[in-house]
């Protein structure tokens, strides 16, 4: 996008220019002396040649990829654990995605695609409420939910898979909303670099 202002700036620029150029070579010059009746037309003064300035397409110049200067540590449970990608939470029975979870899933989107070579699992999770057969299907709709915007985003359908767990891998125990809230997720695994 960068790229695209930055040329449309400098399109501006050069139009503007173009303009002003072609504006003054049209209108008259103050200082030149006009010829009076009865003036030889040998001793008038010669107006100036006016060159024009040649307008040429701007050159497109490749975008130089900025370079990732990130190391990775090369353990994949190691990259996990530092959390470069962060889960994003559910209200009860539901699978959509909220603002904070899109902005969660944009910054991840921009990490990703600064690591293209990483692959990712992304597993869908629930509360304990519920039936088995119920949550597994939440589940499946949550991950396929993270799934579907990432992709949007930009980010290689064939770096992403998905599972549901459903009930069956709680973050936390317990038994109350402060608990439940926690489980119902979208989490994030890098299964490969």
Known sequence: MRFFNRHILGLLVVMAVVTAVGCKSST???EAPQPTEGTPVATRTPK???QEEVVRTPVNEPVQSVEVTEELPDDIELLNQRG???DVFFDTDRYDLEPDARESLARNSGWLQEHQSIQILIEG????RNTRE???ALGERRASAVRDYLVFLGISPDRIRTISYGEERPFAIGHDESIWKLN???HFVITGR
């Open 28 to 30: 008259p010059s103050a």
């Open 84 to 86: 470069y990608l962060t």
């Open 48 to 50: 100036p040649d006016i």
């Open 134 to 136: 119920y949550n597994l």
């Open 125 to 128: 999770h629930c509360d304990e």
């Open 184 to 186: 119902r997720r979208a």
